[in-house]
């Protein structure tokens, strides 16, 4: 028990140390692979919590998301280095006072509720897979094909979305270069 | 009470307090999308610690901790279709220049 709340405590500090990072520094690289640390340090502690699957699903999932949150971040951004030092945030004291209240009417129902009976041991970590899938494919079937159903109607929605919008027998390319044309005589 | 479960706990409200920072200060769709991530992070965090200490026993606990999993990669599908959408009509995917998108 002393082990489990020392890495415990150690892969939340991480977690928390990563998440603060990823708003600090100026290079949108930098927060991008932070937020990659601070969810594996959260993968680690389902482990050492002993929950092996949700942990070893949180880093794999986590590490992909974030790699390709990485490579959106350089596509989009205006100074993806940091470089230019510029500040890309707004009404600070305002969000500094809505985390603080949100995280501290957090901790303060944590502290001081009655959580009931703990339970010392937790099943080993083959049953809990086994347990899990009879669970995904018995009781909680409808909530677990809602959640394929979710993700696939957001991957078709999300695609549609950035498709761009074309006309009937209209070519886009040639749109875009008699709009730019326009522009560049406009701004003649 | 153990502490493994109020550790565990802390954390979470800790990261759900930095996530909710980071969403309301940035300016940039993709880091407010960070911010939200981590505001989902915290309740995982709360859901395992919950779950391995108060019912291990109740397997749809975990299910809820998939459940969650599954808004993050849905919130990133969709803000990621949102982004490339908005920067290829205004070139940008600064919400403060999105005033246009308010209801």
């Known amino acids: 028990m002393v082990a489990q709340a020392f890495f415990v405590g150690v892969f939340g500090l991480a977690a928390i140390g990563f998440g603060v990072a990823v708003f600090r520094t100026a290079s949108m690289v930098r927060s991008a692979l932070a937020l990659l640390f601070s969810q594996a340090a959260v993968g680690c502690m389902f482990l050492a919590m002993q929950a092996e699957f949700l942990g070893v699903l949180q880093i794999m999932m986590m590490a992909t998301e974030m790699s390709i949150m990485a490579i959106f971040m350089v596509m989009f951004m205006m100074d993806p280095g940091g470089l230019g030092g510029m500040d890309m945030s707004h009404q600070k004291r305002f969000s500094i006072g809505a985390g603080a209240i949100a995280a501290t009417t957090a901790i303060s129902v944590a502290l001081f509720s009655d959580w009931g009976p703990i339970f010392a041991e937790a099943p080993d970590a083959a049953m809990q897979t086994r347990e899990l899938g009879f669970e995904m494919l018995d009781r909680s079937m409808l909530i677990f094909e809602t959640a394929a159903i979710t993700i696939l109607t957001a991957m078709i929605a999300a695609t549609a979305v950035a498709i761009p919008v074309r006309q009937p027998g209209v070519d886009t390319g040639k749109l875009d270069k008699e709009n730019g044309d326009k522009e560049q005589e406009a701004s003649k | ?103």
Do not use: C
């Open chain 2, 1 to 103: 009470m153990t502490p493994v479960l109020i550790l565990a706990l802390l954390t979470g409200a800790i990261l759900f307090g930095v996530g909710i920072y980071g969403a309301l200060s940035q300016t940039n769709l993709v880091m407010i999308m960070m911010g939200v991530e981590l505001i989902l992070a915290g309740a995982l965090v709360n859901l395992v610690a919950f779950w391995r200490f108060l019912h291990p026993e109740v397997y749809a606990g975990q299910m809820f901790v998939l459940v969650v999993m599954t808004v993050m990669a849905v919130e990133m599908a969709v803000g990621f279709g949102v982004a490339i959408a908005r920067f290829r009509a205004k070139g940008s995917v600064e919400m403060e220049e999105a005033g246009d998108l308010q209801g």
